[in-house]
C-alpha cells in the first residue's frame, strides 16, 4: 500500500507514516485533516491527495507557503516512488511499497481524542471560551 513517511519536521513527527488506501485525504495543521502536521510554516489546509487511477495526485489546496515536490513548486503532482514533499519546514517522502509491519497514523489520527488531536495543533493566539476561563 502506498505511503507517506515524514523525514524531517519541527514537530517532532519523523518517522510518522501515513498509509494512503483508495480514498482522498486530506493534509495540514488542521485536527480535522487526516494527515496532521504539527508545523506553524504548513496552512490549516493544506494540500490534498486523490487517487487517479493506479496514481496517486497530490494538489494544493489553501497553502500559504506553497507545495513543493523534489524542491519544485507544484499546484498538482502525480506521485512516483521517492517523491520528497516539502510543505512548510516539514519533508514527507512518497512510497508505493507495502511495509505492513509499520503503524498508519491516519488511523491513530480518527481514532484519537479530539483533546489529543488538538495538542498537537500548532496555534498562534488560542481563545479559551469564558466558561473555561479560570477566575480572576
Known amino acids: 500500500m ?17 498509509i494512503i488506501k483508495h480514498r482522498p485525504l ?7 485533516q487526516e494527515i496532521q502536521l504539527v508545523d506553524a510554516e504548513v496552512s490549516r489546509r493544506h494540500f490534498l491527495i486523490r487517487i ?8 494544493e489546496s489553501q497553502a500559504a507557503n506553497g507545495l513543493f515536490v523534489n524542491g ?8 512516483q516512488e521517492g517523491d520528497e514533499i516539502r510543505v512548510g519546514n516539514t519533508i514527507l517522502v512518497y512510497s508505493k511499497q507495502d511495509d505492513g509491519g509499520r503503524t498508519d ?19 498562534k493566539d488560542p481563545v479559551i471560551p469564558p466558561s473555561n476561563r479560570p477566575p480572576s
Open 105 to 123: 497514523a491516519v488511523q491513530e489520527q480518527r481514532r484519537g481524542e479530539r483533546r489529543i488531536r488538538e495538542a498537537g495543533t500548532v496555534l
Open 26 to 32: 486530506a493534509g495540514g495543521r488542521h485536527p480535522s
Open 72 to 79: 519544485t513548486k507544484v499546484k498538482e503532482h502525480k506521485l
Open 52 to 59: 487517479d487511477g493506479d496514481d496517486h495526485v497530490i494538489s
Open 2 to 18: 502506498a505511503s507517506l513517511t515524514i523525514t524531517e519536521s519541527p514537530g517532532g513527527q519523523v518517522g510518522t507514516r501515513f
